[in-house]
């Protein structure tokens, strides 16, 4: 019964999310992911975890992409094109992770994640 309360609970708070709210939510999970694969190296299911992280974070940062190459996104001009730079750094990461892992090379991608969350919930706080 409690399951079910808390699960309606996070469904009624995501529906009242706002875009802004739920793009931070999104990549704070994202850095979430991966920094479970970071503190957990050494784990047997490393392999399959990071396989998992890396692919979340490829699709919203996809999802962004696609946003921020819309002519009609409301963005001014240079911060979108600042994001998609950015954007296409984060899938070289990405690549380059998948190639050849190493727990250090999750924390740019950690932190952008994370930094960019943090400017979205200031963000959405103010509107």
Not at 45 to 56: G, I
Not at 71 to 79: D, F, I, Q, T
Not at 103 to 126: C, D, F, M, T, V
Request: net charge neutral; aromatic share 6%.
């Amino acid at each position: 019964m409690q399951s079910t309360a808390i699960e309606t609970y996070r469904n009624v708070h995501k529906m009242t999310l706002t875009g802004r709210e739920l793009e931070a939510a999104v990549l704070a999970k994202a850095a979430q992911k991966l920094t479970l694969c970071q503190n957990n190296w050494e784990a047997s299911d490393r392999e399959e975890n990071l396989k998992e992280a890396l692919r979340y974070n490829q699709q919203v940062w996809t999802v962004f992409q696609t946003e921020l190459a819309n002519p009609e996104n409301p963005l001014p001009k240079k911060l979108r094109e600042d994001l998609l730079s950015l954007s296409a750094f984060i899938d070289k990461r990405i690549f380059d992770i998948m190639s050849f892992p190493a727990p250090e090379k999750l924390s740019a991608i950690i932190n952008i994640n994370l930094n960019i969350a943090a400017g979205l919930s200031r963000s959405a706080a103010h509107e």
